[in-house]
């Protein structure tokens, strides 16, 4: 049974950041895409940013371009997501996902597991 178990999250002033962490248990880490996705209360589960099994390549959603980074250390079963310049509507529930359909996808349907979530609140 795969396990994935997000945290880091917290409360924290605009302009801030915050290193959100997703420990994977359950299946051969390296071997799978991973990502991370955000919903706001009463909107839709978004993409966030995506990372392959070899940690090589990264895709990100225009919105936090230049401002967040994916990585990954396969050692330890654990894919990070570091939030830099947070914004007040950076503020979700953040999740974490494994894929095990290739290429990278942005859709929530190509994740097969996912974790609890971790709040992220910015305040302005």
């Known amino acids: 049974q795969v396990q994935l178990v997000e945290s880091g999250g917290g409360l924290v002033q605009a302009g801030g950041s915050l290193r959100l962490f997703c420990a994977a248990s359950?299946?051969?880490?390296?071997?799978?895409?991973m990502g991370w996705f955000r919903q706001a209360p009463g909107k839709e589960r978004d993409f966030v940013a995506a990372?392959?099994?070899?940690?090589?390549?990264?895709i990100l959603a225009d919105s936090v371009k230049g401002r967040f980074t994916i990585s990954r250390d396969n050692a330890k079963n654990t894919v990070y997501l570091q939030m830099n310049s947070l914004k007040p509507e950076d503020s979700a529930v953040y999740y974490c996902?494994?894929?095990?359909?290739?290429?990278?996808?942005?859709?929530?349907?190509?994740?097969?597991?996912w974790g609890q979530g971790t709040q992220v609140t910015v305040s302005s």
């Open positions: 359950g299946r051969t880490f390296s071997s799978y895409i």
């Open positions: 996902a494994t894929s095990s359909i290739g290429p990278m996808s942005k859709m929530t349907n190509d994740y097969d597991y």
């Open positions: 990372i392959s099994g070899t940690g090589r390549t990264t």
